[in-house]
């Protein structure tokens, strides 16, 4: 079994934590240790170091070098810039081929994840693992615990084996009401954005539903082979289909299950996330630094300064040593707008 580790996204809902020198992945948000080493702390007890490959930017190659110095410099795989989850685990299988048979087991995790039951977690992969054998393309389901709009679904169909299902559909991310009726019903999970296969099963559904990118990787992998992989390849990279995995393969391919997990699972995709797994005091605010506060409750502080609050709830108040952010918990996903505004007025010194 090898890891593929995705780390090449930008965190823009963590704004003004996460900078393009310094992206979610990078931060400290769930301990002491970043999110990035962390994820790489769960595989350990599964595989070796030398089993886990990162994908990865060339702008954050050097962050990756810093948080992980024990991971072999050949295990980071580089992508020219960053485009979606399809192409970097394209990139990604042309770069491991030569490396594996074809029958090896590929894990395909992010790197920003909170998991709080590794145990757990593991025994997933170990099941993925076993399933892989016949094809199948897998991914992973969380269970879910509350009617979540901020996740696509995944719908589970027919039994294949124990705790393992055919995917019937995917969904995207549903209104209020149809995430109820998916609770009822019981057979709704929330897309992890994991995966399982074998590195044979990965490449053919490439070749059949995005063979775009199968060509130009097999184009890459010949650069690679003559010319060394530190070789320029941005401009075949740039005519890659910028798709997620999800859309690009998951929903068409044929063979494809689902394995439920309770892990203790949060994708931590903004501030608001952060707080509901973070410990809150009696009053239900949570806070990095001392607070005081007056009739205010559900406040999230992230801040190096005493913090008083006075009437305020449900505010993520987030503060960096050039800029704070003030927004109602329920809005924290639009975050990433104002970081599109930021770049349209070409204010990189806050980018």
Excluded at 116 to 125: C, E, Q
Excluded at 313 to 341: F, G, M, Q, S, Y
Aim: net charge negative; glycine share 6%; hydrophobic share 40%.
């Amino acid at each position: 079994m090898i890891a593929l580790i995705m780390a090449g996204g930008s965190g823009t809902r963590f704004w003004p934590q996460s900078r393009k020198d310094h992206p979610k992945q990078f931060l400290q948000v769930a301990g002491s240790r970043s999110m990035i080493q962390l994820t790489v702390d769960r595989l350990l007890p599964l595989m070796p170091m030398k089993n886990i490959y990162i994908v990865t930017a060339a702008d954050q190659v050097a962050l990756v070098i810093e948080h992980l110095p024990t991971l072999p410099e050949e295990n980071i795989i580089i992508e020219p810039f960053g485009m979606n989850t399809a192409p970097c685990i394209a990139l990604s299988l042309e770069y491991l081929r030569p490396l594996y048979s074809a029958d090896t087991t590929m894990i395909v995790l992010p790197a920003d994840h909170v998991i709080k039951d590794t145990n757990a977690f593991l025994d997933s992969l170990r099941k993925a693992q076993q399933t892989s054998r016949s094809g199948a393309l897998i991914t992973f389901g969380i269970v879910p615990d509350h009617p979540a709009t901020g996740y696509g679904y995944i719908e589970a169909g027919t039994k294949v084996e124990p705790g393992i299902f055919k995917v019937q559909r995917f969904k995207e991310k549903p209104d209020l009401r149809t995430a109820t009726s998916f609770l009822k019903q019981g057979s709704f999970y929330w897309n992890s954005g994991m995966f399982c296969w074998s590195l044979a099963a990965i490449s053919r559904a490439f070749e059949t539903h995005l063979p775009q990118a199968a060509e130009l990787c097999t184009k890459i992998g010949k650069i690679w082979q003559e010319q060394g992989v530190s070789t320029d390849i941005s401009e075949l990279y740039r005519q890659m289909p910028r798709l997620p995995i999800d859309i690009g393969i998951m929903e068409k391919a044929e063979q494809r299950y689902v394995i439920p997990v309770n892990i203790g699972w949060s994708d931590v995709g903004s501030f608001k996330a952060l707080a509901e797994i973070s410990p809150a005091d009696a009053d239900g605010n949570v806070s990095n630094s001392e607070i005081m506060t007056i009739d205010s409750t559900g406040n999230f502080v992230q801040s190096g300064k005493f913090t008083a609050l006075i009437g305020v709830e449900n505010l993520c108040i987030i503060e960096t040593a050039d800029a704070i952010l003030v927004c109602p918990k329920e809005r924290a996903e639009e975050v990433k707008n104002i970081v599109e505004r930021l770049s349209k007025a070409q204010r990189d010194d806050l980018l």
